[in-house]
């Protein structure tokens, strides 16, 4: 009997081990879905080539704010903008490790890539600059957008040479934020234009669903249970969309029209940054960040810096040379 009851608690214990593997499993899924994600996903592959036109040359940044944002919160994402291109030589001084670094050491490795081999052609260039920033705090489309109506704000912006992001404010709710995705990016053309321009959407997750979408400043929703870290702006939903819109500026640079480099399904793919989901530091997996720098005034933590002493955290980027996540600490 006693031999009975101890092989009927281990089948127990086999079966909670399993439900907890399968629960955990679909968690995850969950939350590397649709682009920026919040719990680390190894690549399991490559990021491929698929021989389509990468961004290239001198390209603007426009900033389209849907809803209120206070000045101060403008400033963290248009600084950040301004960030990817700062150094001495443009009269910013920025220690390191730095925000253009970031984006110079990783993007520049792809566009490499993108030269075919053997030809004579000079591999691209991509230089980014924040552009235009247009102002919609009236709702002019509502408190609750379809993507249909994201592209069409995303088309207000300046369309040559141009990357158009929209970002929505704390009390919008767009498709499928919070369920599958935190941004998102693509490519449109307006009527009667015979060109393709590219945007991104990202969203304030602060009061919808901060555990997904400004991991690791807040809880996350599944997952290993850790205390969040401090964000570096002190703004959970701005650092947050900080993290979002650097890893789909990522995507938009070496995947704009959907043939460039990404991995999977082109319908959902994994691209440059969200191929290396919640990692952020060297030694990073389920639920911790990685090794990161901590402000000693704040205790943020933090792994970039960008212009007038901001402090920001970055994802990692896949490098499509080592077929592993890249990391600036």
């Not at 001198?58 to 903008?81: C, E, H, M, T």
């Not at 480099?261 to 530091?281: H, I, N, R």
Request: hydrophobic content about 40%.
């Amino acid at each position: 009997m006693a031999a009975f009851l101890l092989h009927s608690q281990l089948l127990l214990i086999l079966i909670s081990l399993l439900i907890f593997h399968l629960s955990s499993a679909a968690a995850r899924q969950l939350l590397t879905d649709g682009g920026s994600s919040t719990l680390n996903s190894p690549p399991a592959t490559t990021v491929q080539y698929h021989n389509g036109p990468l961004l290239g040359g001198k390209v603007s940044v426009n900033l389209i704010w849907y809803g209120r944002f206070k000045p101060a919160q403008r400033a963290i994402l248009s600084d950040f903008i301004t960030s990817l291109s700062a150094s001495s030589s443009t009269g910013s001084v920025v220690g390191q490790p730095s925000v253009a670094s970031w984006w110079s050491s990783n993007i520049g490795k792809y566009y490499s890539l993108a030269v075919v081999e053997g030809s004579k052609k000079k591999p691209l260039s991509l230089s980014l600059a924040l552009g235009t920033q247009v102002l919609d705090e009236s709702y002019s489309l509502g408190k609750s957008l379809t993507m249909k109506q994201i592209v069409a704000l995303a088309a207000k912006g300046e369309q040559n040479y141009a990357v158009n992001v929209v970002l929505t404010a704390a009390d919008v709710t767009v498709d499928g934020f919070c369920m599958s995705s935190c941004g998102s990016h693509g490519s449109s053309r307006s009527a009667g234009s015979a060109t393709r321009f590219a945007y991104i959407w990202v969203g304030n997750s602060e009061t919808q669903c901060p555990g997904q979408c400004a991991w690791p400043f807040h809880q996350p929703i599944y997952g290993p249970q850790s205390p969040p870290l401090v964000a570096p702006n002190d703004d959970v939903g701005l650092d947050g969309m900080v993290i979002n819109l650097a890893g789909l500026l990522a995507g938009t640079a070496t995947n704009p029209f959907g043939n460039g480099f990404f991995q999977g399904p082109k319908e959902a793919p994994l691209e440059a940054a969200s191929a290396c989901s919640g990692v952020y530091g060297s030694g990073a997996y389920p639920g911790y960040a990685g090794e990161l720098l901590v402000d000693p005034a704040s205790g943020a933590s933090y792994n970039a810096r960008g212009v007038d002493g901001r402090e920001y955290l970055l994802p990692a980027i896949f490098d499509p040379s080592t077929s592993s996540c890249s990391t600036l600490l």
